[in-house]
């Protein structure tokens, strides 16, 4: 099993004043695996919103969850991933199987893999969870991609920016000798 990706710093993560068991470091530990797995922004959504109605249900998922159950040497972040979407697509629980898709595609599951998951859950789960399941999966890959593209043309614009700006230097010309 290789080591997972380092996470953002957790104090980059900016906090609800409701949340009181945030220097724990079992929430620590939760807030870093949630931020690497869900996305930093996804952690920031989730705790700086925390109201005093949800802060004890937000401590206990990042300290229990991730801090605990996710840090784990038994399985890794690809695995739990994996047993998220078949639990979460058993359950009908779109909202939650959105988010962890988007979790498993950072975790290194492809979208072939994601179709296969339900596909087999299909089997288990029945059919009409399973396709439920495969369009909330399915929108969840094409918002990803067409992020990560716009991403790409992002970088390629700041890239021609530059060297409208800087001309050419650096590059090596191709001469004959």
């Known amino acids: 099993m290789t080591a997972p990706p380092a996470a953002p710093g957790p104090s980059s993560i900016p906090l609800s004043p409701h949340l009181e068991n945030t220097q724990s470091s079992t929430f620590q530990t939760g807030l870093a695996i949630r931020s690497s797995v869900m996305s930093p922004s996804f952690a920031t959504r989730a705790l700086s919103s925390t109201t005093p109605f949800n802060a004890p249900l937000q401590e206990a998922v990042t ?72 369009r909330t999966m399915e929108r969840v890959v094409n918002e990803v991609e067409a992020e990560q593209l716009a991403e790409r043309e992002r970088q390629k614009e700041q890239e021609h920016e530059h060297e409208k700006e800087h001309g050419h230097e650096g590059k090596k010309e191709d001469k004959e000798p």
């Open 63 to 134: 300290s229990f969850a991730w801090g605990q159950v996710w840090s784990r040497p038994g399985l890794g972040r690809r695995d739990r991933s994996l047993l998220n979407l078949a639990i979460l697509i058993a359950l009908s629980k779109p909202t939650e199987l959105a988010g962890h898709t988007r979790g498993a595609l950072n975790n290194g599951i492809t979208k072939e893999e994601l179709a296969e998951v339900a596909l087999h859950a299909a089997v288990y789960c029945g059919f009409p969870a399973a396709l439920d399941a495969a």
